[in-house]
């Protein structure tokens, strides 16, 4: 089994919970109504700020990311995973 790369000791691995839009495009009776969804979403948290964080699906060894998503720092609340 190959090892764990070095580049990705210096990423956490993480699960955010984080709430999303939901949009409906047809005529909705006003008892149906949607509410957001709550979301889980894993990865490795390549990015953040004080106004968002950047999670990534794949890391590559050349450095790149794939599967990206930015979400609002205020949608969200995280918690870190541990990788064996």
């Known amino acids: 089994m190959p090892q764990k ?3 990705l000791k210096k990423y956490k691995y993480v699960e955010v919970t984080w709430i999303d839009a939901v949009s409906v495009a047809e005529w909705v009776a006003p008892d149906k109504l949607p509410c957001p969804a709550v979301i889980h979403t894993r990865g490795w948290l390549v990015g953040e700020t004080k106004d968002h964080i950047t999670i990534a699906g ?3 060894e050349d450095g790149g990311y794939g599967e990206v998503i930015t979400i609002p720092r205020c949608w969200t609340k995280i918690k870190q995973l ?3």
């Open 58 to 60: 794949t890391l590559s």
């Open 5 to 7: 790369s070095k580049k």
């Open 82 to 84: 541990k990788v064996t």
